[in-house]
């Protein structure tokens, strides 16, 4: 059974990287892949209430979430001394919700994060 779960984990994690790999379109296909649901909602508002109290540098929810989307898990480590994985994650939950709640600021967001690793892959 554990073969099983580290199997399902290395694979989640085969795709994330390779969907990163893809820029904005990648990124899209992941949120589409998100199922909001109670538990999913609990554990992202747990987050942001939480991660402040915990996290190096203090930003907003939008900043936090879109620096887990830009950067890789050391810099965003560096940064913020949170866990890459699961910040991703909650980020997951947060574009989904944003996409569906104010598509316009969702698009202004993407927009804004993809333009900004652009910028920083020509440096």
């Not at 085969?14 to 109670?38: H, P, S, T, Y």
Request: aromatic share 14%; glycine share 2%; proline share 2%.
């Amino acid at each position: 059974m554990v073969d099983a779960i580290a199997a399902t984990f290395e694979a989640e994690q085969a795709i994330i990287k390779d969907k990163r790999k893809q820029g904005i379109n990648g990124f899209e296909w992941l949120v589409m892949q998100v199922v909001l649901d109670e538990k999913r909602k609990k554990s992202l508002d747990d987050w942001v209430r939480l991660s402040p109290l915990t996290s190096k540098k203090k930003v907003d929810p939008l900043t936090l979430f879109s620096d887990a989307v830009r950067l890789d898990a050391d810099a965003f480590y560096n940064m913020y001394e949170l866990n890459w994985w699961i910040a991703f994650d909650e980020a997951l939950t947060y574009f989904t919700l944003m996409k569906e709640r104010n598509y316009d600021m969702y698009f202004d967001a993407l927009q804004d994060i993809f333009s900004k690793e652009k910028v920083e892959d020509t440096k």
